[in-house]
């Protein structure tokens, strides 16, 4: 890895492309540290390391998923407040949209011309979401104590109908300068902009989240912690490259006076091919029942029945009944969402139509249920894989007092661990392409 970056930097047009790329990120990661319009930093800050102090927050499941995936900067009440989770989750809903709206379906079989409506759509709804989001966030910030902790009782510097609005409009266009921010990585850096820009918001935070198991555990445990995460890490970069390839042979035909066909190629078939996706879904799912339990808290502490059910057990990742239910939504939303991304009616359409077929199996609907057989068997280790590797961080919360962010585990370093080796691997492509003299000798 580091062979390839030294190799890149030597390239003229690749420097650019790294440089460029690092440079956005600098500035957003500069952006996450601007408080927005009507918040006191000074407030906020006494906040924070009063929640630190305490042990952290309370604050729901979701906004635990949202401030990391911004990098912290949610709970700064940043420019950047919202990160890239809009983004997130309305690609997600786009892309649910296309299995259930025949028209959406009919845009993504057009190509280039179809996708590029799909993104289209995907940012209206982006931008949408953003103005719900910060709508929600502000009322957070109206009353801190949801968000930091019993103890904060004030971050807004005006209350003011026009002050909210200014709030509201600023953290909606922060999310749409992330969303530009995004393109321009992809289309004049270095790898999928959106995604680098999730791996620098996850990044960021490993650093204190390391030093404050350090600051309460030790040397021992955080030495001890380091080793576990470098076998957690290759476990998970092992995983992740695993992949059934199912051989396809296409059969020679005449079209002319060309005879086409008659290579043989493979259909790779991931170990996790539903990537980080069910962990979202499960985290986001788990964490409404809580949102709507602290929606529904009273002053006095005479809560309903179910708000104190949710609260001693759904709120917190250390109770078992949490992990149980964690772990069942993973692994119905790991074939849930595989089974919606990959179809194997219309890949044995696709290659009877062209000439291919699976030696020893015949073409059509005996295709399809064998890719059928072979993915559910594939999909069962994922769905294991997924919900273990998302535990770590709830175990982690019980050992070493660890908060649900813990970095060598969860959708942490799934994002951070794929992104990075799909960076790589577009890094190398772009290397050889620019040295193929050594092809030719």
Known sequence: MLAAFARAFRTPDLRKKLLFTLGIVALFRLGSQVPTPGISYTLVQDCLARSKATGGSDQSGFLNLANLFSGGA???????????????????????????????????DEGQSGQSKLTQYTRYLTIGLAILQSAT??????????????????????????????????????????MWFGELITDRGVGNGMSLLIFASIAAGFPGSL???????????????LV???FVIAAVV?????????????????????????TSTYIPLKVNMAGVIPVIFASSLLALPGLFAQ??????????????????????????????????????FTFFYVSITFNPIEVADNMKKYGGFIPGIRAGRPTAEYLNYVLTRITVPGAIYLALVSLIPLVALVLVGANQNFPFGGTSILIVVGVGLETVKQIEAQLEQRHYEGFLR
């Not at 103890?151 to 600023?170: E, H, Y």
């Open 211 to 225: 030093w404050a198991i350090r600051s309460n555990r030790g040397w021992g445990t955080f030495l001890g912690i």
């Open 74 to 108: 949610l709970l700064q009440l940043s420019v950047f407040a919202l990160g890239i989770m809009p983004y997130i989750t309305a690609s997600i809903i786009i892309q649910l949209l296309t299995v259930v709206i025949p028209r959406f379906e009919a845009l993504k």
């Open 228 to 230: 576990m995460g470098v």
């Open 137 to 178: 966030l502000v009322t957070f910030a109206r009353n801190p104590s949801s968000l930091f902790g019993a103890g904060c009782d004030r971050i807004l510097t005006d209350t003011a109908t026009g002050t909210i609005l200014i709030m509201v409009l600023t953290m909606t266009a922060g999310t749409g300068l992330i």
């Open 238 to 262: 092992f995983v992740e490259q695993s992949q059934r390839r199912i051989p396809v042979q296409y059969a020679k035909r005449m079209v002319g006076r060309r005879m086409y066909g008659g």
């Open 295 to 332: 929606f529904n808290t009273r002053a006095d502490g005479n809560n309903a029945a179910w708000v104190q059910w949710v609260q001693d057990n759904l709120v917190k990742g250390d109770h078992p009944i949490y992990m149980a239910i964690y772990v069942v939504l993973i692994l119905f």
